[in-house]
């Protein structure tokens, strides 16, 4: 089996592969760096509210955000090129998932340690927070590399079948996703603003545990990757 054709295919522009993202991620954390300068030089007081409040910082998609859409170039771009060279679906299909899993895990271990760093010096000494954050996780770093690895695995999966079920179904099936998208929204405004108890049912429903939240980060990511399994044997090249 050609798995290093296809993990060669995604990894021959290095700058695009690993470059960029670093590169954007470490200029992220330089704002980030430079902010809590500024805040700093305001007093102790502000430094806490800054903290606190950069929990919910969304800096960190600096670094991951690359990877929402690396599932669906791999699926538009590299996948006819694949076929195109002579690789079958099956060898296209393990390939790709070796990559899927080798940029989580790559992504995952460099935010832990960032986020080692970042809390064993109260963050780099200026109080501020870019790798321990709601997205990454803010509890014990084993917590922060299995949430990171998990979320990252999910969204790849999830852009690439995304990509081969438009192949497959054309158009429709991003109106018909839409559509749906749409109609589930407005029923759960309609829940909130006219039944009693569903706000608070929802609210509930959100605030799960970390171990609740893990499983269906998981259970989305295995959805999305048995899907795209069963799409790249049947999708069309356009």
């Given at each position: 089996?050609?798995?290093?054709?296809?993990?060669?295919?995604?990894?021959?522009?290095?700058?695009?592969?690993?470059?960029?993202?670093?590169?954007?991620?470490?200029?992220?954390?330089?704002?980030?760096?430079?902010?809590?300068?500024?805040?700093?030089?305001?007093?102790?007081?502000?430094?806490?509210?800054?903290?606190e409040g950069?929990?919910?910082?969304?800096?960190?998609?600096?670094?991951?955000?690359?990877?929402?859409?690396?599932?669906?170039?791999?699926?538009?771009?590299?996948?006819?090129?694949a076929l195109?060279?002579?690789?079958?679906?099956?060898?296209?299909?393990?390939?790709?998932?070796?990559?899927?899993?080798?940029?989580?895990?790559?992504?995952?271990?460099?935010?832990?340690?960032?986020?080692?760093?970042?809390?064993?010096?109260?963050?780099?000494?200026?109080?501020?927070?870019?790798?321990?954050?709601?997205?990454?996780?803010?509890?014990?770093?084993?917590?922060?590399?299995?949430?990171?690895?998990?979320?990252?695995?999910?969204?790849?999966?999830?852009?690439?079948?995304?990509?081969?079920?438009?192949?497959?179904?054309?158009?429709?099936?991003?109106?018909?996703?839409?559509?749906?998208?749409?109609?589930?929204?407005?029923?759960?405004?309609?829940?909130?603003?006219?039944?009693?108890?569903?706000?608070?049912?929802?609210?509930?429903?959100?605030?799960?545990?970390?171990?609740?939240?893990?499983?269906?980060?998981?259970?989305?990511?295995?959805?999305a990757a048995?899907?795209?399994?069963?799409?790249?044997?049947?999708?069309?090249?356009?």
């Open positions: 089996m050609r798995l290093r054709s296809v993990i060669a295919m995604h990894t021959v522009h290095r700058m695009q592969a690993f470059g960029w993202p670093l590169i954007v991620g470490a200029l992220s954390l330089a704002v980030v760096l430079a902010v809590g300068a500024i805040v700093g030089s305001q007093g102790p007081q502000a430094q806490a509210g800054l903290r950069m929990v919910w910082s969304g800096a960190i998609f600096a670094l991951i955000g690359p990877m929402i859409g690396y599932g669906f170039t791999s699926m538009g771009q590299y996948f006819p090129l195109g060279l002579g690789l079958t679906r099956r060898e296209f299909g393990a390939g790709v998932t070796v990559v899927f899993l080798a940029n989580a895990a790559f992504y995952a271990v460099l935010i832990t340690l960032g986020k080692i760093i970042e809390v064993a010096t109260d963050g780099f000494g200026l109080h501020i927070r870019f790798f321990d954050v709601v997205y990454t996780g803010t509890g014990p770093a084993w917590q922060t590399l299995v949430q990171t690895f998990l979320l990252i695995l999910a969204v790849l999966f999830l852009g690439a079948a995304i990509t081969a079920a438009h192949l497959r179904f054309g158009q429709s099936f991003l109106w018909s996703a839409g559509a749906l998208l749409a109609v589930l929204g407005v029923a759960i405004l309609a829940g909130v603003i006219y039944v009693d108890g569903f706000g608070s049912a929802l609210l509930e429903l959100l605030t799960m545990g970390w171990g609740a939240w893990m499983v269906v980060v998981a259970a989305i990511g295995a959805a048995s899907a795209w399994l069963v799409l790249v044997r049947r999708t069309q090249v356009r």
